[in-house]
């Protein structure tokens, strides 16, 4: 039972944008921290971006601070993840994730209880 949809993966050009998005189906997750993870081709699934409850903190992975952002809308239960300044090696599935502690400064993937199915990000040089 999918409870977390992510959407706006593609197909974009380096140096190009893309908005991803991830929107709650079944329950809500309007209270919980949420995360955005990635695998690229052949590696293990890795941390990008997290958000507090309240969006009132963030946390990001070195390799995308100051290019990419997150941020959420609790009314609609939905969490973004907008990516400037793509590049090849951010090739990759992008996941969101949930989990109920409110600590968004942690990576680890198995505090995360709730998971989403994917979507591609494929960035052309």
């Known amino acids: 039972q999918v409870q977390l949809v992510e959407s706006g993966g593609g197909l974009v050009q380096a140096g190009g944008s893309l908005r991803l998005s991830c929107a709650a189906s079944?329950?809500?997750?309007?209270?919980?921290?949420k995360a955005w993870f990635r695998q690229p081709p052949g590696k293990e699934r890795e941390f990008v971006a997290a958000?507090?409850?309240?969006?009132?903190?963030?946390y990001y992975a070195d390799s995308v601070k100051g290019r990419f952002t997150i941020s959420r809308d609790n009314a609609k239960d939905t969490v973004f993840l907008q990516m400037s300044s793509l590049k090849p090696e951010d090739t990759a599935v992008y996941y969101c994730s949930a989990k109920a502690s409110t600590n968004y400064g942690t990576t680890e993937l198995y505090l995360y209880n709730y998971w989403g199915q994917g979507t591609q990000v494929t960035v052309s040089a």
């Open positions: 958000i507090s409850w309240n969006g009132g903190g963030t």
């Open positions: 079944e329950r809500t997750f309007s209270s919980y921290t």
